[in-house]
């Protein structure tokens, strides 16, 4: 599977953006999908991951609330919406992919359990 992110930019304190993650391959419904951030100087952490079937998510408590994450299936494609963002949002964010197994999403917090990366879009956030 490869991940090509997009949709990054700069937006004010309180605005909304959405980030998108475009996979190739037949399999995509099959994959459990996620998104992780990286601050400057800071590692990478877990925002959201979504079920294969997408009736599953789950999130990092300093997003929920605030974040969506979603599929298109047909698309093969996977988004975050992100709304009321603040300065700390600001990161590279990074999608991930891992073929769906008897794991639960919410255990998939570690980047070590994550199979495929995209290279990652960046998201600012003005004060």
């Known amino acids: 599977v490869q991940l090509q992110a997009s949709g990054g930019g700069l937006v004010q304190a309180g605005g909304s953006l959405r980030v998108s993650c475009a996979a190739s391959?037949?399999?995509?419904?099959?994959?459990?999908m996620g998104w992780f951030r990286q601050a400057p100087g800071k590692e990478r952490e877990f925002v959201a991951a979504?079920?294969?079937?997408?009736?599953?998510?789950y999130y990092a408590d300093s997003v929920k609330g605030r974040f969506t994450v979603s599929r298109d299936s047909a698309k093969n494609t996977v988004y975050l919406q992100m709304n009321s963002l603040k300065p700390e949002d600001t990161a590279v964010y990074y999608c991930?992919?891992?073929?769906?197994?008897?794991?639960?999403?919410?255990?998939?917090?570690?980047?070590?359990?994550?199979?495929?990366w995209g290279q990652g879009t960046l998201v600012t956030v003005s004060s």
């Open positions: 391959g037949r399999t995509f419904s099959s994959y459990v």
């Open positions: 979504i079920s294969w079937s997408g009736g599953s998510t």
């Open positions: 991930a992919a891992v073929p769906g197994g008897p794991l639960a999403i919410e255990t998939m917090t570690s980047i070590y359990l994550w199979h495929y």
